[in-house]
């Protein structure tokens, strides 16, 4: 099977995207990680003003199959929520590189990003 990996972004070991645009950073999960999971139901995002930190969880996932923690790219404050997972888990599975983002970090220190794994090396992990 094959997964979208859009090569405009970069990606974590635990399958978090992030993509870049003038120090802020959005944040979602990868094509093979909402496979992965089955129907999204639930998900638990910190709020505007919080402070996340690289590689610390930010959040929860849940599916029909399981929960799984979310894991921050980049340390900062998260400065915008899609308040639509709320009441529309089920982006995460329709457009998880679209309507399915999660939040959006103005990064402390943008090249943290440089540390995450490109789309191609992505790509080889998750083969």
């Not at 974590?12 to 003038?22: G, R, T």
Request: proline fraction near 4%; charged fraction near 30%.
């Amino acid at each position: 099977m094959s997964f979208d990996i859009p090569d405009d972004r970069r990606y974590q070991e635990s399958h978090e995207w992030a993509l870049e645009n003038d120090g802020t950073v959005r944040v979602g999960i990868s094509d093979f990680a909402q496979d992965e999971l089955g129907d999204v139901v639930f998900v638990e995002l910190p709020g505007e003003g919080d402070a996340v930190t690289q590689s610390e969880e930010f959040g929860v996932i849940e599916s029909i199959k399981a929960v799984s923690d979310l894991y921050a790219p980049v340390s900062g404050e998260v400065t915008a929520v899609n308040e639509a997972l709320f009441d529309a888990p089920e982006l995460v599975n329709q457009e998880p590189f679209g309507e399915g983002w999660m939040l959006e970090i103005a990064a402390d220190d943008a090249s943290e990003l440089e540390a995450l794994l490109s789309a191609e090396e992505y790509e080889d992990q998750i083969a």
